[in-house]
C-alpha cells in the first residue's frame, strides 16, 4: 500500500504569515473604517484640524480713542521695542516687583515643573517608536542533580552536577503599522505645548496682579494721605469753635459738629491701615516670600501714571496672544490624537520577538560559535471578538474631542467678553476720574472760601462742616477713580494675553538678568534654556 505524504511543500507560507496577509486585505476594505490610511500618513483615525470660534470684527465698546493697529508694541518680541506692558507706567518699583516675582513665584514654579513633566513624558514617547523591549541577560547555574529522585543511580555518563553559563539578548517590537505610537508622539507633543500655555497663562496672571495689587496699595497711601491732611484741617477747625464757644460766639451744637466730622474722618485712618497691611501680605506671597512689611522695599509714591496711547489690536489678536486659549487649542489637538490611538485596537497589532544569546557548560566554551542560540519569532495579536467595546470607545473618544472643541471655542467667548469689560472698565473710569478731578478742584475751593467767610463771621459753621464733609467725600471717590482708572488698563493688557513675554529672553536685558545674550526662553526655567546657556540657573549657581 502507497504511503501518503502529508509533507508541507517547501514553498508554501506558513498559515500564521497567509493568516496576517488575509487579515490586513480584509482591514483595507473601505467599509472597516480604514480607507484614508494612506492619506493620514500610514495613520488610523482622523488628523487634526484645528477648531473654528466666533471672533468679532471688531470691538462693541467704543475704542476711539485706543490704536487698533496689528503691529502693537506691547506685545512686540523685538528686544529693540518696548514689549512688557508695565513699563508704560514708568514705575521702577513696580518693575522691580515684577521682577522679583518672576523669579520667586511660587505658582510660577509649580508651573515650570509640569513644562519639564510633559517635555520628559514626550521624551520617554518617542521612545517607544523603537523596539520596546530590549533586555540584555547573562547568568550562571550550578545545580546538583538527586540520585534517588531522577534515578540517574548507576547510569555512565550522567554527571550529578551540571554548570551552565548562559548570556542573551531579548528583543520586542511593536510595529506601528497603524500609526497608533506616531499620535501618541503627536499627542504628547501637543500636552508638552498646553503645558507651555499654562505657564504663560500663570505668568499673564502674575504680573496682572502684582501691578493691580501694587496699585491699591499706592491708593491706599493717598487716601491715607488725605485722611490725615483733613484731620489736621478739622483740628484746627474745632480748636476755632472751642475758642469760640467760649467767647459764646458759637453754640456747643458746632462745637460737637466739628468733632464729629473730625472723629469720622479719623475711623477712616485704622480701616485703610488694616487694608494696606493685608495688600502687603497678599503682595508678599506673589513674591514667593512671607508676608513682611514692605515699606521700606515700596518706599514712597504715587499711582502710576497711565500712559496716554494704549495699544489694543483686533479680536482676532486674541487667538495668538492669550495663553489660555492657544492652550485650550492643543487640548483640542491632544484629543484629536486619542481617536486614532485608540481605533488602532480595532486593527491587528503586529510584533517581532527575537532573541540572540550564548549557552555553555563551560566558561571557557560560552564564545565559541557552536554555543549560539536564538530565534525570530513575527507575530500578530487581534481582538475581533470583542469590535463593539472597541467601536464605543472610539465613540467616546469623538465625544471628549466634541467637549475639547466647545470648551475651546467657550474660551474664546469669555476672553471677548473680558476684553470688553476690561475695556468698559477702563474707559468709563477714565471719564469718571476726569470729571472727579474738577469737582474736587471744585470743592477744594469751596472749603477754602467758606472757611474765610467762616472766619469772619459771614457764614455759619453748618455750611462749612457740609463743604469739609463733601470734600473728604470727594476726594475719596477721585483716588479710588483713578485706581479703577489704572487697574482698568491692567485689565484690558490681562485680557488681552500681556505678560507672558518675561520669559523671553530676547525681551531680558542680559546684563540685568545674567543670561546669554543669543539665548532664548532662558531664564529661571530650564526647559526654556538654549544649548550652552551661561545663565545663573544653567550654571548651576
Known amino acids: 500500500m502507497a504511503r501518503q505524504n502529508n509533507s508541507q511543500p517547501k514553498d508554501s507560507l506558513p498559515l500564521g504569515f497567509r493568516a496576517a496577509v488575509l487579515g490586513l486585505a480584509l482591514c483595507l476594505l473601505p467599509g472597516c473604517g480604514v480607507h484614508n490610511w494612506c492619506r493620514n500618513g500610514f495613520k488610523v483615525g482622523p488628523n487634526y484640524v484645528r477648531p ?68 520628559w513624558n514626550r521624551a520617554a514617547t518617542a521612545g517607544t517608536i523603537f523596539p520596546q523591549t530590549q533586555t540584555l541577560s547573562g547568568s550562571y547555574t550550578r545545580s546538583l542533580r538527586s540520585v534517588n529522585a531522577s534515578g540517574i543511580n548507576g547510569i555512565p555518563g550522567i554527571p550529578r552536577y551540571n554548570t551552565s553559563w548562559d548570556t542573551g539578548f531579548d528583543l520586542n517590537w511593536e510595529i506601528d503599522f497603524w500609526g497608533r505610537i506616531r499620535r501618541s508622539i503627536i499627542q504628547a507633543d501637543a500636552d508638552w505645548d498646553a503645558s507651555v500655555e499654562d505657564l504663560d497663562d500663570v505668568l499673564v496672571t502674575l504680573v496682572a496682579d502684582v501691578a493691580s495689587t501694587y496699585m491699591e496699595i499706592r491708593s491706599i497711601d493717598r487716601r491715607l494721605a488725605f485722611a490725615r491732611q483733613n484731620v489736621e484741617i478739622q483740628q484746627g477747625t474745632l480748636e476755632i469753635n472751642e475758642t469760640k464757644l467760649e467767647l ?66 483686533i479680536p482676532a489678536d486674541l487667538l495668538r496672544r492669550r495663553p489660555d486659549i492657544r492652550a485650550a487649542e492643543r487640548r483640542v489637538a491632544a484629543q484629536s490624537e486619542q481617536i486614532g490611538i485608540t481605533a488602532a485596537d480595532l486593527y491587528p497589532t503586529f510584533s517581532l520577538t527575537g532573541s540572540l544569546g550564548l549557552s555553555a ?94 472766619r469772619e463771621g459771614e457764614v455759619e459753621y453748618n455750611q462749612i462742616f457740609n463743604l469739609q464733609a463733601t470734600l473728604v467725600s470727594l476726594q475719596d471717590e477721585l483716588v479710588q477713580s483713578e485706581l479703577r482708572f ?56
Not at 473654528?52 to 465698546?61: C, P, R
Not at 496689528?70 to 523685538?78: C, E, G, H, L, T
Not at 566558561?363 to 487581534?382: H, I, Q
Open 52 to 119: 473654528t470660534s466666533l471672533v468679532s470684527n471688531d470691538w462693541a465698546t467704543d475704542t476711539a480713542d485706543l490704536d487698533k493697529s496689528a503691529d502693537d508694541v506691547a506685545f512686540s518680541r523685538d528686544r529693540n521695542r518696548q514689549c512688557w506692558w508695565w513699563k508704560q507706567f514708568n514705575d521702577p518699583v513696580l518693575d522691580a516687583l515684577v521682577g522679583q516675582a518672576f523669579e520667586t513665584n511660587l505658582d510660577v514654579k509649580l508651573a515650570a515643573y509640569r513644562v519639564m513633566q510633559a517635555r
Open 361 to 454: 557548560g563551560a566558561l571557557d566554551d560560552l564564545f565559541d560559535p557552536r554555543s549560539a542560540t536564538g530565534s525570530v519569532v513575527p507575530g500578530f495579536r487581534w481582538n475581533i471578538l470583542n469590535y463593539g467595546q472597541l467601536t464605543n470607545l472610539v465613540r467616546l473618544q469623538e465625544e471628549f474631542l466634541m467637549e475639547e472643541v466647545v470648551n475651546y471655542q467657550s474660551t474664546v467667548l469669555t476672553a471677548q467678553q473680558e476684553v470688553e469689560d476690561a475695556m468698559a472698565q477702563f474707559l468709563y473710569a477714565r471719564r469718571q476720574y476726569e470729571t472727579l478731578r474738577k469737582a474736587v478742584a471744585a470743592a477744594e475751593e469751596a472749603v477754602r472760601l467758606g472757611e474765610v467767610q467762616w
Open 248 to 313: 459764646q460766639e458759637i453754640s456747643a451744637i458746632d462745637v460737637e459738629q466739628a468733632k464729629t466730622n473730625l472723629y469720622q474722618t479719623e475711623s477712616t485712618i485704622p480701616q485703610l491701615l488694616e487694608s494696606r497691611r493685608q495688600l502687603q501680605n497678599r503682595l508678599s506671597v506673589l513674591l514667593g516670600i512671607p508676608p513682611v512689611d514692605l515699606s521700606e522695599i515700596l518706599g514712597d509714591g504715587d499711582i502710576p501714571v497711565v500712559p496716554e496711547t494704549v495699544v489694543l489690536g
Open 486 to 541: 489704572a487697574q482698568g488698563l491692567v485689565e484690558v493688557y490681562r485680557a488681552l494675553g500681556g505678560g507672558w513675554e518675561i520669559r523671553n529672553c530676547k525681551c531680558i536685558p542680559p546684563a540685568v538678568y545674567g543670561c546669554d545674550p543669543t539665548g532664548y526662553r532662558c531664564k529661571a526655567l530650564p526647559v526654556f534654556c538654549p544649548p550652552g546657556c551661561t545663565c545663573p540657573r544653567c550654571r548651576g549657581l
